[in-house]
């Protein structure tokens, strides 16, 4: 499985863009770049992925670095109910089930400062 | 919908006494999954399950057992419990290829 390395921890102050970053150097052409989040005491939680082009929606942006490598998943305004731990995962785009086994690592943990 | 549910919250078991995690879900999804996390530690896969009727072994499967027998339920079986599986387990599930939706975890004590 392709490998994945995030900072152990990042703070930020609230209301302020946050960008958590990603590096995904060995990662191959079929592989999907998938975010979740996990809140204090609670299971993870699906934020965003994309394969190539950057992707918005309403929880977040993902910014994928041209050759692939490196992508950033942005909080455009933090909130105390952001600070959580964040998970960058590979996944290859084929459909079938060996695919579904995400590895979850050690993430980053956000913390907001008021 | 109430998206995937687990019973119970807390248990407590002493080693040896097993016991049955139950999952539900009502959002019609093929694939289901159960995972364990550790203080302070990633998720790890115990098993997963592809269809009613379909599973498979995940990266941690000894001292568990699962069955599908429908699309909603998953249930995770521990038999013989011991200190080792002192953990959070969390069931999920998904359409194939898309985000994967959690439930709010059980957390298990073997003493």
């Known amino acids: 499985d392709a490998k994945t390395t995030q900072p152990n921890s990042m703070e930020s102050n609230e209301e302020e863009p946050v960008h958590l970053p990603c590096n995904h150097s060995?990662?191959?052409?079929?592989?999907?770049i998938h975010w979740y989040r996990q809140l204090p005491s609670q299971g993870p939680e699906y934020v965003i992925h994309g394969l190539t082009s950057n992707v918005n929606n309403r929880m977040a942006s993902l910014a994928i670095a041209e050759d692939r490598k490196s992508s950033t998943l942005i909080l455009h305004r933090a909130t105390l109910r952001d600070a959580a731990v964040y998970y960058c995962?590979?996944?290859?785009?084929?459909?079938?089930?060996?695919?579904?086994?995400?590895?979850f690592g050690t993430g980053t943990r956000l913390t907001i400062i008021p | 919908n109430a998206g995937v549910t687990q019973t119970p919250k807390f248990r407590i078991l002493k080693i040896g006494q097993s016991m049955t995690l139950q999952c539900a879900q009502d959002m019609n999804h093929n694939y289901m999954y159960w995972y364990r996390q550790d203080p302070g530690m990633g998720l790890k896969l115990i098993y997963y399950s592809v269809g009613a009727g379909i599973t498979d072994k995940g990266e941690v499967p000894n001292g568990y057992n699962v069955s599908r027998s429908t699309t909603e339920d998953f249930p995770l079986r521990l038999e013989l419990a011991a200190p080792s599986q002192t953990s959070v387990y969390f069931c999920?599930?998904?359409?194939?290829?898309?985000?994967?939706?959690f439930g709010p975890g059980t957390r298990l004590t073997v003493t």
């Open positions: 995962i590979l996944r290859d785009r084929g459909v079938n089930f060996g695919n579904e086994k995400l590895t």
């Open positions: 999920a599930s998904s359409y194939p290829g898309q985000g994967k939706y």
């Open positions: 060995t990662i191959s052409g079929t592989d999907y």
